[in-house]
């Protein structure tokens, strides 16, 4: 494969020049650099470009520039390489323009000029952008290839594996597909052995699940050590925070987690309201950088399902799906939540076979101009439906309420406004799902009545159910299983029995001393990834606490 491109767009040639060397002497022996004089030279060449065909990773275009703006420029050049990163070059004074941008444009930053020394103004920045687009860069491929049938649950839930877990791969539905079906005939299997995974050394596995698959693809499934100073369930942002500060301040720490970090905001298409993120994040690339930053300080993560909790004197055992148990003086609970499910005829049977929860990310290609259904009013139903317009002829948001501005954030509500193909149905209800081996129509309650449409696509985002029905009865729980912590294991003024210590427990503590609860799965947190994150770095600080009266 050709290395991928930089190309460099001003009409001032020290400028140009300038900007060409600073980026060969820094990425030269990865990328290829390239200049532009122009908008409309720069267009054109990634015209030819793109028609060899060659990658482009990143476009730094200078906004002053006769004839076409940078940010005209840099519109017009999603068309031609919509996934390279766009950077616009500005003076001080067009900061505002520049800002502006980043909507109108999706420019991914702006650099302002100089930006002296590169090493601290430059460097950084694109280091950061190109990150990004190399985890989301499909080279030629010459990994997994997996062949499924869309309409199947143990398919769905094994490309969501991969897919979060950021294991490229090729999917190749038998339905209709010449080369899956010789593909098989080839390794002598049938179509009652799929999902299928073919590996790039000859090898195959039928039947693939993520729990067989997932030692296979590099994944640890087996803790290196006996005792941690901090085991963490869960690697969504509160868990993946814990994670980063308490391997960052000397504990040892492991992480948990069945899935692939991120949780829940790992499966959302895209983030806008996250701090330093002016453009926006993938769930999945924010638990990408998480899971980094992790692993840089050196704590571990253990692909494994908790399944029980025990406690004996001082140490805290956390018992996994295979049967294994890892100790460790404080265990930090962040399972996080997961989307309730419907419960209406047909959901049940339905689901995996055209009912989805979550799954914006691993599924919108296979919507590719059909009609696709959301259900739900929040901020993760919205940003679903902005990514499914992408692909879908049309997106019908079904709302049981009244309309979208006390559930969602308004720039998303501003968005789904200006998008011609998203449909906002209000006191809509899903009242039954309807097909034969996979979804083909819904019966939908609106305020005149029900009625019948076609469809082969639902995706529920609602409410929050907790991931904490494998804990003891000792760690107390609210009506809806949400754990409590802190002052609110207070009932009628005292304490509950079982809390045997002579102080009030911390903040985020459970009812068990040494066991520590932090992000959506806390009773009474707030359902934002910045309050997941805050929570996780603070329950390092009491686990620091609790550690120190040893």
Known sequence: MARPILLAVDDDVSVLEAVVQDLRRQYGADYRVMRAASGQAALDTLTQVKARPEPVALILSDQRMPGMTGVDFLERSREIYPEARRVLLTAYADTEAAIKAINSARIHYYLNKPWDPPEEKLYPVLNDLLDDWKAGFTPPFEGLRVIGNRWSLQDHRLRSFLSRNHVPYRWLDIAGNDEAVKLLEEKGLKAAQLPTVLFSDGTVMPNADPDTLAARVGLSTQATQEFYDMTVVGAGPAGLAAAVYGASEGLKTLIIEPEAPGGQAGSTSRIENYL???????????????????????????????????????????????????????????????????????????????????????????????????????????????????????????????????????????EIDRTS??????????????????????????????????????????????????????????????????????????????????????????????????????????????????????????????????
């Open 276 to 414: 330093g993120f002016p453009a926006g994040v993938t769930g999945a690339d924010l638990g990408r950088r998480a899971h980094m930053q992790a692993t840089r300080f050196g704590a571990e993560f253990l692909t494994q399902r908790a399944t029980g909790l025990r406690i004996e004197g001082q140490y805290r055992f956390v018992k996994l799906a295979d049967g294994h148990e890892v100790s460790s003086h404080v265990v930090l609970l962040a399972p996080g939540v997961q989307y309730r499910r419907l419960t209406i005829p047909g959901a049940d049977r339905l689901t995996g076979c055209g009912i989805y929860y979550g799954a914006a990310l691993v599924e919108a290609a296979s919507c590719k101009d059909e009609d696709v259904y959301v259900v739900g009013g929040a901020n993760s139903a919205g940003q679903a439906a902005l990514h499914f317009s992408k692909f879908a002829r049309g997106v019908t948001m079904l709302v049981r309420g009244k309309g979208l501005t006390i559930t969602m954030s308004k720039y998303l509500i501003d």
């Open 421 to 550: 193909n998203i449909v906002v149905a209000t006191e809509t209800q899903v009242a039954k799902a309807e097909g034969d081996g996979h979804l083909e129509a819904l019966c939908l309650r609106g305020p005149d009545g029900e009625y019948r449409v076609p469809a082969t696509s639902l995706f529920v985002f609602i409410g929050a159910e907790p991931g904490a029905e494998w804990l003891p009865p000792s760690i107390l729980r609210d009506e809806r299983g949400f754990v409590l912590a802190g002052p609110d294991l207070h009932r009628d003024g005292r304490m509950p029995e079982s809390w045997k210590e002579g102080r009030e427990p911390f903040l985020l503590e459970t009812s068990v001393p040494g066991v520590f609860v932090a992000g959506d799965v806390r009773h009474g947190s707030i359902k934002r990834v910045a309050s997941a994150v805050g929570e996780g770095s603070i329950a390092v600080q009491f686990a620091h606490q609790y550690l120190a009266g040893f």
